[in-house]
């Protein structure tokens, strides 16, 4: 019987190995964060009430699918530089900086500015880590970092707009 061993994940990346693993780091909190967000997202369509349900509950919705189809180009430009992700529940709770929000009941308009808070967080997560990529000559990680810079700051007007009162 043959035993097939495990290689070690090794992705070639011509970035050096100091500047790849920071940029990896950087990348492990944005994605740890993108989870921790999309979840409260996710939460807070699920539980939401009121006379603007609807719209709230469609708006939460769409801004949940637009977080989680970023997760996976994080991943994968964490992996394209020679390092590995997250792996678990857990490790997302080892690296998160969102908070989680376990109350039994949050109005709409409070989960509306605990959402634009929270985006707003990941804006300065993506600064900080486009500053690590700008540092360690990642072209690819920082171009993609203003793209969901971008995206973060539109969702925080769309919750800012959608919670004016009058």
């Known amino acids: 019987m043959t035993t097939i061993s495990a290689a070690p994940l090794q992705t070639l990346s011509d970035l050096e ?4 693993m920071t940029v990896a780091d950087a990348l492990k909190i944005i994605l ?3 989870y921790a967000i999309y979840l409260k997202t996710k939460n807070f369509h699920w539980h939401v009430s009121g006379p603007y349900f609807r ?4 708006l939460l ?5 637009e977080i989680l189809a970023a997760t996976d180009a994080i991943a994968e430009r964490a992996r394209k530089t020679g390092n590995t992700t997250i792996r678990s529940i857990g490790d997302i ?4 900086t969102i908070k989680d929000n376990d109350a039994e009941f949050v109005s709409p308009q409070d989960m509306l500015a605990e959402l634009r808070a929270d985006n707003l967080r990941m804006v300065e997560s993506f600064r900080r880590a486009k500053d690590v990529a700008d540092k360690a000559r990642d072209n690819a990680t920082s171009g993609l970092i203003d793209t969901w810079t971008d995206e973060a700051e539109r969702r925080a007007w769309f ?3 959608i919670s004016r009162q009058g």
């Open 32 to 34: 740890a964060d993108s």
């Open 61 to 65: 919705d769409e801004q949940a699918a």
């Open 17 to 20: 190995e100091g500047a790849a």
């Open 159 to 161: 919750l800012f707009e």
């Open 55 to 58: 719209d709230y509950h469609l």
């Open 93 to 96: 709770a080892r690296h998160q």
